[in-house]
């Protein structure tokens, strides 16, 4: 089946400006989360969503940074007025409960670069 | 704060050649997961381990977990160039399929 899938893949966008995210999960995954990776920090956790319970954002870095989970599927991670330090991969991971353990899919990534 | 160590980060190794990259985490958890990533690529999936004295084994790669050391390794046998990529391991703190917390990664590359 379709694994997870992200877009876009690359996006360029200026200092300043609001950029949206997007991550669809693998069908019939109840959980989803985001997480960036970049040279300095290596992978970091973000976000993550979970059924209909309120999402875990300890990972998100600023108020700038917030997503949304519609219809227990499709996600959005927004950033606002864009900074340089914000360039890096999001990526996207999708899981559901299998054997009493929750193994996390991952998506390709949106390459974010902010001039 | 949750610290999850790999090391080394770094290695260079002759086909055929053994090697042990470990991993090291500073709390309570029975669920490591280990991932590998190709240039460019995403996240693949390698080994879920849930217990204490889990081993699992694919091809040349073994990873085993001892919980009470917290310490995770990944063992590779006989390397080949197709092994060339990075490995993380990861792990789940509240063992509720929450959050992941990854180690730096350990660059691995194989010369002929």
């Known amino acids: 089946g379709a694994g997870v899938s992200q877009s876009p893949s690359n996006k360029v966008t200026e200092k300043g400006k609001d950029v949206e995210l997007r991550c669809d999960p693998i069908s019939g995954h109840t959980a989803l989360y985001w997480y960036r990776q970049s040279l300095g920090q290596g992978l970091e956790f973000l976000i993550y969503?979970?059924?209909?319970?309120?999402?875990?954002k300890s990972g998100l870095p600023s108020d700038r940074f917030s997503a949304e989970r519609t219809g227990g599927s499709v996600s959005t991670l927004t950033i606002q007025r864009t900074q340089q330090e914000d360039s890096a991969v999001y990526l996207c991971a999708s899981s559901r409960r299998t054997g009493g353990i929750y193994e996390q899919y991952f998506g390709p990534g949106t390459r974010l670069t902010v001039t | 704060e949750l610290k999850v160590e790999q090391n080394p980060l770094f290695l260079s190794m002759q086909e055929g050649k053994n090697y042990t990259i470990y991993c090291n985490y500073s709390?309570?958890?029975?669920?490591l997961y280990w991932y590998r990533q190709d240039p460019g690529k995403s996240l693949e999936s390698l080994f879920v381990?849930?217990?204490?004295?889990a081993v699992k084994q694919e091809g040349r790669l073994m990873a085993s977990l001892d919980t009470k050391a917290r310490l995770s390794t990944l063992h590779i046998t006989a390397a080949v160039h197709d092994l060339s990529a990075t490995y993380f391991c990861a792990v789940d703190i509240n063992n509720q399929g929450g959050k992941l917390i990854f180690g730096q990664g350990t660059e691995l590359s194989v010369k002929p």
């Open positions: 969503f979970q059924g209909n319970s309120a999402p875990d």
């Open positions: 381990l849930l217990s204490n004295g």
């Open positions: 709390t309570t958890s029975d669920r």
